[in-house]
């Protein structure tokens, strides 16, 4: 018996870590009814991981958990979790790109605010949704920007020939024989800044 309350109470304190590293506010009486067990217990839970946070500081970053006595709710906080600023800024940069399509940005920065600090969080929402709402992301063949991008850094790392092939504003089909050096991005495009093998055959420029 006493083993399982040892594991049962070793899960509930896990569990909180793992709610505060995805950036949940932690209610002691929330947490009590959801467990069945009384808020002492909850407390003492906390306890117990504010004392794993303060022996583990330096591999944590510094890692704490915070009451905030408006909300009656404890928050982790992080030397390594983005400020709202920092966030917001990569968001406007992601977003004014237009590089990717709306899922694959959403799916993006929904990532990344796991991985700001609750502080404030509802405001970041406010500001990304306002610029999300106007957001037309710029039509393109492949089916994934991530994908692709993906696989040009690779190929630049292998510096490997590769054969594209694209289309002109015409629509006409071009295929080309390139060894990708760099990506940049544009306001429409993803250029990959190339040059073409020596060897390559003249019937694939």
Request: aromatic share 10%; with cysteine; glycine share 2%.
């Amino acid at each position: 018996m006493d083993n399982e309350y040892k594991n049962y109470k070793a899960d509930r304190v896990l569990k909180l870590l793992f709610r505060a590293l995805k950036g949940e506010s932690l209610s002691v009486a929330a947490l009590a009814d959801e467990s069945n067990v009384s808020t002492r217990s909850i407390t003492r839970d906390i306890n117990d991981l504010k004392a794993f946070l303060a022996d583990y500081r330096d591999i944590l970053g510094n890692a704490e958990l915070k009451y905030s006595a408006s909300d009656h709710c404890y928050t982790l906080e992080m030397d390594n979790l983005f400020s709202n600023k920092e966030l917001f800024a990569i968001a406007k940069v992601l977003i004014g790109s237009r590089a990717f399509s709306h899922e694959e940005l959403l799916t993006i920065i929904g990532k990344l605010k796991t991985h700001t600090s609750y502080s404030d969080k509802k405001h970041l929402e406010q500001l990304i949704a306002k610029e999300m709402f106007n957001y037309e992301e710029v039509g393109s063949d492949c089916d994934s920007v991530i994908d692709n991008v993906w696989k040009l850094s690779n190929y630049i790392q292998e510096q490997r020939a590769i054969t594209i092939n694209y289309y002109k504003m015409n629509r006409n089909k071009v295929k080309h024989r390139i060894i990708p050096v760099s990506i940049m991005f544009s306001e429409y495009y993803v250029n990959a800044p190339t040059h073409v093998p020596t060897n390559t055959p003249k019937n694939l420029l």
